[in-house]
């Protein structure tokens, strides 16, 4: 909570009269409003000046008008669920938990551990003058977590790239059609994820070591339905991408994604900036897509994830299309992070 108050300490303690105010004008427009559910939920990245939804690895990321705040999904099933690890297992996934130890990271206390990654995912909405449209937003950004620290102490650096039209629509005059370097800002202003969606170093850390104890993990508050399947295949994107854990967890964490059920494997696969690789893949029938983790054919490091469509029904896109990607470009351990520039 002193973290919490701390954050936004600069503004003064509004005045009862006005909080109330507030709070009717807020239920007169709760009770007159009405929400529409839309299909899917791929993700989406964000972009300042307007509200973007990402839902992946179980937690949603909402970023509005620059501030981006981290929350949990609500982890209660319907009732207690035990889950046995099934007697399965997928190549691909096998061969990358065999070379896990062969390139190791050993960040320590103090130390901050830095990825530089690429990713692509749709954008659509009122695209300018109340028009609606869609595209296909593009970044490349590098972010400092600390290892043993919070969260909130992480650090981003964001390269929007040249916006792509997305299939059947046009690219509106509003998409980024040049790259442009932004300054280092804090990458969260708050974190509300359970303690077992945390993706730190110093958490994936105490994970358990081996597959049949990591797929009890993957599947924590979930389900037995196609719905829980489809969040723990997430979830380990989760603990892949923008993050690190020691080999011994990392190698369990491929032999138990490779038992949950529907992953096959795609032995053509490209990452999204082009790299051939090999991937371990489950289709998402609710979105009409294939979620593809793609790996090195001969180092089997983790190159990052794609999302193609195969139902162009549910997609409303051509099959083959790739909608979205999230590439691991490179990963390190250094000693600080920059100062991050206030927010304004």
Known sequence: MTRLENLRAEVPVPDPADLRAEEERLMAAVSGASVAERPGRRAFRP????????AAAGTALVLAGGTLAVRGDDPSPRRPVVHVMPNASVEVLDRAADHAPRTELRPRPGQYLVFETESMAGVEGDVGGGVYGRYLSRGRRTTWWPVNGPSLDAVVLETVLPARPYPGYPLPATAPRTARTGVPEKLLDFDQRPEYLRTDYAYLSRLPADPRGMYRHLYTGLGDDEEAHREAWSRVLGMLYEAYMPAPQRAALFRAA????????????????????VAAARIDRRAGTRVEYVFDPRTYAFLGERTVVVDPAVARAPAGTVLSYATMLKAGVVDKAPIPRPRD
């Open 47 to 54: 972009r300042r000046g307007s509200v973007v939804m990402l």
């Open 258 to 277: 490779g038992a949950i059920p529907g992953v096959t494997v795609v032995r053509d696969a490209r990452d999204g900036t082009g790299r051939k690789g």
